[in-house]
């Protein structure tokens, strides 16, 4: 009872700061609602009883991530911003694309009724108290099955982050 | 409705430890912020052969609760063009992230609001940054120059100074090999030595990035007041400055605390194994006893009547105190079954004593730092962070876990790893200052610099 209601709160808060993102003209009120949509998402974390990727959530995306964001809205010139178009003309690719989308959920749920305890396997759910620690078995899937996926990434931010120090250093 | 009255009774049953925790918090934090400014400006003061606040109670004790009554009825100004809503919002958040983050900490073991949380110290340290937003929001809400500069100031000082804070953690937990404050603690008893000493590099580098993450001088550049008037709170006033004033002093403590749970070894005394300096479980109630005396001594030399009745008072709420400090440990001794009931309690007691001591002597390094350094420059204090302490704190994580995995070679364990872990942080040290000395010699000249850094000031 009490996960359902914390769930459909964060679920619904991060759906209307969602929308609230991008119909704000304002935008530093659209990157409020955008962290406002994070740390919902991060409560959903926690909901499920994962708790550090409800920290991840934090500290990457709203302590880092929209911190630079905001960093950079504050530097570039708003007024210019404003007074140009703030919607590309791009309607109907839109439309189509998001109603490509529609009818994959929808057939998503016509086709969850229809076929009962297909997908992923679903465990029997466990007390929380006897979960194992969730940080800990994190580590333990990302250094064992996930090893190669793990290293990859990482040398894949490494480029980025060469990338962007020599593109930055070229000016001189 | 009966069942909702059901519900909220179990849920009181469940949790009245957390909730009474985080209720004392709340309640007494302001307080306590209030007292480390009087302790600031009095210490200040005494560093400038001056006085101090004098005025109100002896020797101006009661001066922060003056204070903020003066807040608390002072005109509450928003300028016409600010941003109402985010003008409202920011002091706020500020101090919303700064009290959330204390939820995560252990204040002795058994005062702690989330108990055994399993992200422990990630949670701290991640909820406390989000007290920036507090600090961007107000400062671009706010309609002025100066704030934005000040805002813009704080970020970039922030996101640069976080990664070396994060980076010391990071060598600090992998001596304790979990996030959970209560088995940090427990993993420095264990091994019998504080954190602190075995990397003392990253214990270096968290204590000058919790300097620049906390906005305090020498790093103050935010809020440096030649130049930007007062940065950010420019525009603020009366309880919404206040707000901003509590949220600063409680992320002092935040800082202050993890430092200490990390690398100052929690709420242990010193040496909590070696059994002949027992007797330092004494000392919060005889340093509750001196305190005491002290006032009682100097009640003759009050100026006013008001005054020396004041001091007594004092004098009687630090014999009362010690009188229930050292009621769990005389109090067994006449009925042997009280022993185990008091235990907890004493212990709980014990902790927080030592606790908060570490946290203070932190808190008072900071103070010392700040009436002794002058101010740094913006690009100085970008280029320390970027050229010194990132790279310090990268090499330090390698080097440390190098010398932790020789160490479990050499079976070596506890006070002996030191062997391994001090010739490494050296090796850091030495590798870190000859980057920073390749660094300057192929940097442009001074002017140069200063004059493209946008936003120096």
């Given at each position: 009872?009490?996960?359902?209601?914390?769930?459909?709160?964060?679920?619904?808060?991060?759906?209307?700061?969602?929308?609230?993102?991008?119909?704000?003209?304002?935008?530093?009120?659209?990157?409020?609602?955008?962290?406002?949509?994070?740390?919902a998402t991060a409560g959903i974390f926690l909901q499920l009883?994962?708790?550090?990727?409800?920290?991840?959530?934090?500290?990457?995306?709203?302590?880092?991530?929209?911190?630079?964001?905001?960093?950079?809205?504050?530097?570039?010139?708003?007024?210019?911003?404003?007074?140009?178009?703030?919607?590309?003309?791009?309607?109907?690719?839109?439309?189509?694309?998001?109603?490509?989308?529609?009818?994959?959920?929808?057939?998503?749920?016509?086709?969850?009724?229809?076929?009962?305890?297909?997908?992923?396997?679903?465990?029997?759910?466990?007390?929380?108290?006897?979960?194992?620690?969730?940080?800990?078995?994190?580590?333990?899937s990302l250094f064992s099955s996930y090893l190669l996926p793990f290293e990859i990434a990482s040398v894949l931010l490494l480029v980025a982050m060469i990338g962007a120090v020599v593109m930055a250093k070229k000016r001189t | 409705m009966q069942a909702v009255i059901q519900a909220t009774l179990d849920f009181l049953k469940a949790c009245w430890q957390p909730l009474l925790c985080g209720l004392v918090i709340v309640a007494v934090l302001p307080l306590i912020a209030g007292y480390i400014v009087l302790v600031e400006r009095k210490l200040m003061a005494d560093m400038q052969a001056r006085l101090g606040p004098m005025r109100v109670g002896p020797?101006?004790?009661?001066?922060?609760?003056?204070?903020?009554v003066k807040l608390l009825i002072k005109e509450d100004i928003i300028p016409q063009d600010a941003d109402k809503l985010v003008f409202w919002l920011?002091?706020?958040?500020?101090?919303?992230?700064?009290?959330?983050?204390?939820?995560?900490?252990?204040i002795g073991p058994a005062f702690q609001v989330a108990k055994g949380i399993n992200i422990g110290i990630l949670f701290v340290v991640g909820v406390s940054a989000m007290g920036i937003y507090g600090i961007v929001l107000g400062g671009w809400a706010s309609n002025?120059?100066?704030?934005?500069?000040?805002?813009?100031?704080?970020?970039?000082?922030?996101?640069?100074?976080?990664?070396?804070?994060?980076?010391?953690?990071?060598?600090?937990?992998?001596?304790?090999?979990?996030?959970?404050?209560?088995?940090?603690?427990?993993?420095?008893?264990?091994?019998?030595?504080?954190?602190?000493?075995?990397?003392?590099?990253?214990?270096?580098?968290?204590?000058v990035a919790s300097i620049a993450e906390t906005n305090r001088a020498p790093f103050d550049l935010p809020e440096a007041e030649s130049e930007l008037v007062a940065g950010y709170m420019t525009e603020y006033s009366g309880f919404r400055w206040a707000l901003?004033?509590?949220?600063?002093?409680?992320?002092?403590?935040?800082?202050?605390?993890?430092a200490t749970t990390l690398f100052l070894g929690g709420w242990l005394r010193p040496f909590p194994r070696t059994h002949w300096l027992d007797f330092l479980d004494f000392l919060p109630a005889l340093f509750m006893i001196v305190v005491g005396a002290y006032c009682v001594v100097r009640v003759p030399k009050q100026p006013a009547k008001v005054q020396s009745l004041f001091m007594l008072a004092v004098a009687g709420l630090c014999f009362a105190v010690a009188l229930v400090l050292l009621a769990p440990v005389v109090l067994p001794m006449f009925q042997r079954s009280l022993a185990p009931?008091?235990?907890?309690?004493?212990?709980?007691?014990?902790?927080?004593?030592?606790?908060?001591?570490?946290?203070s002597a932190y808190i008072y390094f900071f103070m010392w730092l700040r009436f002794t350094i002058p101010r740094y420059r913006f690009d100085q204090l970008m280029r320390l962070g970027w050229h010194f302490l990132i790279p310090l704190s990268i090499i330090n994580v390698l080097v440390i876990g190098i010398a932790m995995?020789?160490?479990?070679?050499?079976?070596?364990?506890?006070?002996?790893?030191?062997?391994?872990?001090?010739?490494?942080?050296?090796?850091?040290?030495?590798?870190?200052?000859?980057?920073?000395?390749?660094?300057?010699?192929s940097a442009p000249p001074e002017q140069g610099r200063a004059a493209s850094d946008s936003y120096a000031g």
């Amino acid at each position: 009872m009490l996960d359902k209601v914390i769930f459909y709160f964060f679920a619904g808060l991060a759906v209307i700061s969602a929308v609230l993102t991008v119909t704000r003209r304002n935008i530093v009120h659209s990157a409020i609602f955008l962290i406002t949509a994070l740390l919902a998402t991060a409560g959903i974390f926690l909901q499920l009883r994962a708790e550090f990727l409800f920290i991840a959530q934090i500290i990457l995306y709203v302590g880092g991530i929209m911190v630079l964001f905001i960093f950079v809205i504050m530097l570039v010139n708003l007024d210019v911003a404003v007074r140009q178009m703030q919607f590309a003309r791009q309607k109907w690719v839109a439309l189509l694309i998001s109603l490509a989308l529609a009818a994959q959920v929808g057939l998503m749920f016509w086709s969850a009724g229809k076929l009962p305890g297909q997908g992923l396997p679903v465990s029997e759910a466990v007390p929380a108290a006897q979960l194992p620690p969730n940080s800990e078995e994190v580590a333990r899937s990302l250094f064992s099955s996930y090893l190669l996926p793990f290293e990859i990434a990482s040398v894949l931010l490494l480029v980025a982050m060469i990338g962007a120090v020599v593109m930055a250093k070229k000016r001189t | 409705m009966q069942a909702v009255i059901q519900a909220t009774l179990d849920f009181l049953k469940a949790c009245w430890q957390p909730l009474l925790c985080g209720l004392v918090i709340v309640a007494v934090l302001p307080l306590i912020a209030g007292y480390i400014v009087l302790v600031e400006r009095k210490l200040m003061a005494d560093m400038q052969a001056r006085l101090g606040p004098m005025r109100v109670g002896p020797h101006g004790l009661l001066q922060p609760i003056a204070d903020a009554v003066k807040l608390l009825i002072k005109e509450d100004i928003i300028p016409q063009d600010a941003d109402k809503l985010v003008f409202w919002l920011a002091p706020v958040l500020s101090v919303g992230a700064a009290l959330l983050s204390l939820a995560g900490l252990a204040i002795g073991p058994a005062f702690q609001v989330a108990k055994g949380i399993n992200i422990g110290i990630l949670f701290v340290v991640g909820v406390s940054a989000m007290g920036i937003y507090g600090i961007v929001l107000g400062g671009w809400a706010s309609n002025s120059h100066y704030s934005l500069m000040g805002a813009l100031r704080s970020s970039a000082q922030l996101v640069s100074y976080e990664t070396a804070a994060g980076l010391a953690l990071v060598t600090g937990l992998l001596f304790a090999g979990t996030l959970n404050i209560t088995s940090i603690v427990e993993a420095q008893y264990d091994q019998g030595i504080w954190f602190g000493l075995l990397a003392p590099v990253a214990f270096f580098t968290y204590l000058v990035a919790s300097i620049a993450e906390t906005n305090r001088a020498p790093f103050d550049l935010p809020e440096a007041e030649s130049e930007l008037v007062a940065g950010y709170m420019t525009e603020y006033s009366g309880f919404r400055w206040a707000l901003y004033f509590l949220g600063e002093y409680t992320n002092m403590i935040v800082v202050a605390s993890v430092a200490t749970t990390l690398f100052l070894g929690g709420w242990l005394r010193p040496f909590p194994r070696t059994h002949w300096l027992d007797f330092l479980d004494f000392l919060p109630a005889l340093f509750m006893i001196v305190v005491g005396a002290y006032c009682v001594v100097r009640v003759p030399k009050q100026p006013a009547k008001v005054q020396s009745l004041f001091m007594l008072a004092v004098a009687g709420l630090c014999f009362a105190v010690a009188l229930v400090l050292l009621a769990p440990v005389v109090l067994p001794m006449f009925q042997r079954s009280l022993a185990p009931v008091v235990k907890p309690f004493y212990d709980g007691i014990l902790g927080s004593f030592w606790f908060l001591l570490k946290v203070s002597a932190y808190i008072y390094f900071f103070m010392w730092l700040r009436f002794t350094i002058p101010r740094y420059r913006f690009d100085q204090l970008m280029r320390l962070g970027w050229h010194f302490l990132i790279p310090l704190s990268i090499i330090n994580v390698l080097v440390i876990g190098i010398a932790m995995i020789v160490g479990s070679y050499l079976h070596l364990a506890g006070g002996w790893l030191l062997l391994t872990t001090i010739p490494a942080s050296v090796i850091a040290l030495i590798v870190a200052l000859f980057i920073l000395s390749i660094e300057q010699k192929s940097a442009p000249p001074e002017q140069g610099r200063a004059a493209s850094d946008s936003y120096a000031g």
